[in-house]
T-cell receptor
Framework: DGGITQSPKYLFRKEGQNVTLSCEQNLNHDAMYWYRQDPGQGLRLIYYSQIVNDFQKGDIAEGYSVSREKKESFPLTVTSAQKNPTAFYLC??????????FGSGTRLTVV | KNQVEQSPQSLIILEGKNCTLQCNYTVSPFSNLRWYKQDTGRGPVSLTIMTFSENTKSNGRYTATLDADTKQSSLHITASQLSDSASYICVVSAIKDEGTYKYIFGTGTRLKVLA
């Protein structure tokens, strides 16, 4: 079955630590996205990539980094520079303008 | 400014009842509008997608309407079930100058269906 897989489902980060969230899709979609979801707020775009080896900053890119070495994979690294990383992170992919297929999300908590 | 506003913020209904969720947008130029259902702790799942020329689209007990003139959409849920308890998110797609697309998310309506 085609789909988009995020891992891990839950992740705990210590202060000053970098962590990487995985996102893999086998839908052959060109575009992939990372969103952050906080309670009572809409999804906010962190980074997006429309093609391999290229990515663009979204609205809240500070403290995050990404790579797009393969079409299927778009990992997100939450760096120590992100001062408030506790949130629910959603990865999505899409063919051109047909809306998203979302992953099941990763809940990141700072301990 | 491109914005998507949803109302109500939260809603509680009894099982079997109908309800309607609202989405107003100021997105331009408009491309399409999609309703998603998001269960707690899960990723959103698409319910419907509507383009400029479509007024109504149904998916089982879910019926979405779109009025492109007033820039309003609604999602009507018929004969609600306990499993309808979720957040419902309205997403509007706008065409950017370079021909790519930007997605603007509403903050969602949290629906709780009680037995």
């Amino acid at each position: 079955d085609g789909g988009i897989t995020q891992s891990p489902k839950y992740l705990f980060r210590k202060e000053g630590q970098n962590v990487t969230l995985s996102c893999e899709q086998n839908l052959n979609h060109d575009a992939m996205y990372w969103y952050r979801q906080d309670p009572g707020q809409g999804l906010r775009l962190i980074y997006y990539s429309q093609i391999v080896n290229d990515f663009q900053k979204g609205d809240i890119a500070e403290g995050y980094s990404v790579s797009r070495e393969k079409k299927e994979s778009f990992p997100l690294t939450v760096t120590s520079a992100q001062k408030n990383p506790t949130a629910f992170y959603l990865c999505a992919s899409s063919p051109e303008n047909y809306g998203y297929t979302f992953g099941s999300g990763t809940r990141l908590t700072v301990v | 400014k491109n914005q998507v506003e949803q109302s109500p913020q939260s809603l509680i209904i009894l099982e079997g009842k109908n309800c309607t969720l609202q989405c107003n947008y100021t997105v331009s130029p408009f491309s399409n509008l999609r309703w998603y259902k998001q269960d707690t702790g899960r990723g959103p799942v698409s319910l419907t997608i509507m383009t400029f020329s479509e007024n109504t689209k149904s998916n089982g007990r879910y019926t979405a309407t779109l009025d492109a003139d007033t820039k309003q959409s609604s999602l009507h849920i018929t004969a609600s079930q306990l499993s309808d308890s979720a957040s419902y998110i309205c997403v509007v797609s706008a065409i950017k100058d370079e021909g790519t697309y930007k997605y603007i998310f509403g903050t969602g309506t949290r629906l709780k269906v009680l037995a």
